[in-house]
């Protein structure tokens, strides 16, 4: 009897363990989201834009490192650190597991980075002044802020790491070159992304609704985080995000459909073509006029890119 009631207390003990560990990985995306909605008012819808972006990035970070820790991950502080703070991938097994090396990165490789890196900055600081006012402007903006950040400073910071031995990768992984749309979004486009919603949506969604519903709904997860980030501080456009990642969970279940499949086997030019117009036709309810024009605009004359 006495054992039976000390292997009980153990079980409740530990059960309980599991429910802290829970909470410890969604406490920091919680506090951090509701603090930026909170301070929203405070705030310009630019201002507000970025600190919403950094809160709900910085919680599924945490969420990310704290999943590869618990599950044995070898790594050490500095790895962790540099992973938390100075690293934009969400890669945590790779980059963190310190008996995974990885090669030097070519000249090649830098000085494509350098190049995409310069030409966001000229687009910016450049070009954004000489662009009609209004969208366009605001557009060209966008577009520089992608190649400075995304597809140049962070394949840059990426090639730095892999230089230092670590596995990371850069975020772009050329989605000019997708041969499908399931290429474009689940390979080539914003590797931390992909990498962030096959963990924590893909995976247990697949397992409820099967793979085409999971596939849908992280689309449409997603969108939802976008709504957030981009609907929220303008006070408006609410679900045309939602509905641009909506289009593209349809168009990839489309893709893998059997006719999609067949189609597309004997018409590879024409998929990829078709996966471009899917991805950049609707651009418009991912980033609507309000949005440009209450945050990007403002923002690009808050960093001396417009009068």
């Not at 995976?203 to 997603?222: D, E, H, Q």
């Amino acid at each position: 009897m006495a054992r039976r009631i000390v292997m009980t207390a153990g079980l409740r003990e530990e059960t309980r363990l599991d429910e802290w560990r829970k909470a410890l990985e969604w406490l920091p995306l919680a506090v951090l989201t509701i603090a930026a909605i909170g301070m929203a008012a405070a705030m310009s819808p630019w201002a507000s834009m970025w600190t919403l972006a950094v809160a709900i990035f910085a919680g599924f970070k945490w969420w990310s490192w704290w999943r590869a820790v618990s599950n044995g991950v070898a790594t050490t502080m500095a790895r962790s650190l540099s992973y938390l703070f100075l690293w934009p991938g969400m890669d945590a097994r790779e980059f963190l597991d310190v008996r995974k090396i990885a090669g030097r990165p070519s000249a090649t490789a830098w000085t494509w980075a350098i190049g995409k890196t310069a030409f966001g900055a000229v687009l910016i600081w450049g070009c954004v002044r000489f662009a009609p006012a209004g969208l366009i402007a605001g557009w060209t903006g966008m577009v520089g802020l992608m190649f400075l950040l995304h597809f140049g400073f962070f394949d840059a910071l990426a090639l730095f790491w892999q230089r230092q031995g670590i596995r990371a990768q850069p975020l772009m992984r050329c989605p000019a070159l997708a041969d499908s749309l399931g290429d474009f979004w689940g390979r080539r486009w914003n590797s931390a992304f992909c990498h962030l919603s096959f963990d924590l949506m893909f995976r247990p969604l697949s397992r409820r609704a099967g793979m085409a519903g999971g596939v849908f709904l992280t689309f449409l997860l997603s969108g939802l985080i976008h709504d957030l980030v981009i609907s929220f501080p303008v006070g408006g456009g609410y679900g045309l995000p939602t509905s641009y990642f909506a289009i593209q969970g349809a168009g990839v279940l489309a893709e893998r459909s059997k006719l999609g499949m067949r189609l597309g086997r004997g018409h590879p030019v024409v998929r990829r073509l078709l996966a471009m117009v899917i991805v950049i036709a609707p651009l418009g309810l991912l980033f609507p006029p309000l949005f440009v024009g209450r945050v990007i605009l403002p923002f690009l004359k808050a960093i001396g890119a417009v009068q």
